[in-house]
């Protein structure tokens, strides 16, 4: 099985902290992907990763970074957090060679409040 | 119009019900779709993958419709383990492994 596993399932910041937010996949998978997901917004794309060192943009990339130096480890960052990044925040994996490429396995997901 | 769509609901209905959802695409050049569900604070997990000639897994099924770019998905005799929300997702053509999600539908399943 897929495992997928996130730092922190909770996670309370103030204001102007800078927060990492850690995903690690087992299954040598080339792709990650963080997400963050609101109540009527749906999974909205922050940022994805298809190779070490490699990162892409999403769909919403403002206020935030990522870092992957090693294939099973994708972070995403927040520099300043404000309260309007309070959400669930969630990473994703899926392979670029095997059959079921595409497929995106996530995490349990990190539900973090800024105050 | 959005890259995918879905009827947000809830959908209630009584156990024993089937029920079905549609969810709506814009990129004609998609190839992959697949069916989510999501349980209340819970991370997304794959259900099914949607092949063009449609997959049946016991009480599910799902059917692609490539002329009007559009997926289902048919719960028949419902349980009420299978509230939940259900989210769709579209491959992204524009390179890369990128999946769209819709916003997902809310399923209720009541006595």
């Known amino acids: 099985d897929v495992k997928v596993t996130q730092s922190s399932r909770y996670l309370v910041k103030r204001t102007g902290e800078k927060v990492f937010l850690e995903c690690v996949q087992d299954?040598?998978?080339?792709?990650m992907f963080w997400y963050r997901q609101d109540p009527g917004l749906g999974l909205r794309l922050i940022y994805f990763?298809?190779?070490?060192?490699?990162?892409e943009k999403g769909d919403i990339p403002e206020g935030y970074s990522v870092s992957r130096e090693k294939k099973e480890r994708f972070s995403l960052i927040l520099e300043s957090a404000s309260t309007n990044q309070t959400s669930m925040y969630l990473c994703a994996s899926s392979s670029s060679t095997s059959v079921s490429t595409d497929t995106q396995y996530f995490g349990p997901g990190t539900r973090l409040t800024v105050l | 119009r959005k890259e995918v769509e879905q009827d947000p609901g809830p959908f209630n209905v009584p156990e024993g019900a089937t029920v079905a959802f549609n969810c709506t695409y814009s990129n004609s050049a998609s190839q992959s779709f697949f069916w989510y569900r999501q349980d209340c604070r819970k991370e997304p997990k794959l259900l099914m993958s949607v092949y063009s000639s449609g997959n049946e897994d016991g009480r599910f099924t799902a059917q692609l419709n490539r002329a009007s770019q559009y997926i289902s998905l048919l719960i028949r005799d419902s349980k009420l383990s299978d509230s939940a929300t259900y989210l769709c997702?579209?491959?992204?053509?524009?390179?890369?492994?990128?999946?769209?999600f819709g916003a997902g539908t809310r399923l209720a399943v009541h006595p």
């Open positions: 997702a579209v491959n992204w053509k524009g390179g890369y492994n990128k999946l769209i």
């Open positions: 990763s298809y190779d070490v060192k490699m990162k």
């Open positions: 299954m040598d998978h080339e792709n």
